[in-house]
């Protein structure tokens, strides 16, 4: 299963992005999604989850208030409405998604499948 990223680019500080992903080809059994990044020379973090239903969301303190996931099931995208970015957002973005767990998923062993990744770039 490969899951396809798009959205990532270059905003200067106080701009938005928002970020999709998709799996292409054979589709599974979608429970909770979520989004990970990993600044420059350091290790990936967990930014926010969203569980199978939309019912329950949670993110990192740093985005609370800026960042939004949601997802369409119906199309098995998830997206990450991202606003007033400064330029610590910058990193490469993951999606995750995960086919057992159905709440919010913080920890990146819970997920299965990946995506590739998509640089977000936020300049001063």
């Known amino acids: 299963v490969q899951l396809v990223e798009s959205g990532g680019g270059s905003v200067q500080a106080g701009g938005s992005l928002r970020l999709s992903c998709a799996p292409s080809?054979?589709?599974?059994?979608?429970?909770?999604i979520g989004w990970f990044r990993q600044p420059p020379g350091k290790a990936r973090e967990f930014v926010a989850s969203i569980s199978s239903n939309s019912g329950s969301t949670y993110y990192t303190d740093s985005v609370k208030g800026r960042f939004t996931i949601s997802r369409d099931n119906a199309k098995n995208t998830v997206y990450l409405q991202m606003n007033s970015l400064k330029p610590e957002d910058t990193a490469v973005y993951y999606c995750?998604?995960?086919?057992?767990?159905?709440?919010?998923?913080?920890?990146?062993?819970?997920?299965?499948?990946w995506g590739q990744g998509t640089q977000v770039t936020v300049s001063s």
């Open positions: 080809g054979r589709t599974f059994s979608i429970k909770a």
């Open positions: 995750a998604y995960s086919s057992l767990h159905s709440s919010p998923v913080v920890h990146s062993y819970l997920y299965a499948y």
